[in-house]
């Protein structure tokens, strides 16, 4: 019984070790994003939302806005704040199946426009990350809105 406990102690103590040095392994990227996009957030041309969107209108479109029901079908690039372009592509599906920072900056958009977003990570993939994109990774998007239709 006694044994059963200190490798039950064991196990519990190694799972909260390295849990604790995956956490340490992204602690200087995640300061590194949030000095960045304290930095950034009030670039030139940048507006930001209350929720901590940041965005700058390249050319405003003519069409509607897509809302949270629309499909949406978009040209985008992300990169991290270090310049790694980690997908880039069409996105063609509904809003409502896009990170937070999607849902909420394509509605500023009207069909035909182009921004470029700062995405923090608490829009984006938060602590967890996604693929390439590391955990507390802020995004940046440049997207090009071509039509939303519901």
Known sequence: MMRNLRLLFVFIAGV??????????????KILNHQWYEQHKN???????E????YRIIHQ????????????KAEYT????DGTTFD????HRYLAEAIDGWQEGLKLMKGGAHFEFY????????EDGQGSVPPHSVLIFDI???????
Not at 78 to 81: A, H, R, T
Not at 119 to 126: F, K, M, S, V
Request: with cysteine; aromatic share 16%; proline share 3%.
């Open 16 to 29: 909260v070790l390295f849990t604790a040095c995956q956490e340490d392994e992204y602690a200087d990227w």
């Open 43 to 49: 670039d030139e041309g940048f507006q930001y939302t």
């Open 51 to 54: 929720s901590g969107l940041c």
């Open 61 to 72: 479109g003519y069409m509607r806005n897509p809302n949270a029901n629309s499909v949406v």
């Open 78 to 81: 992300g990169s991290l704040i």
């Open 88 to 91: 880039q592509g069409e996105f």
């Open 119 to 126: 995405i923090p990570a608490e829009l984006a993939y938060g």
């Open 144 to 150: 090009k809105l071509l039509e939303s239709y519901n």
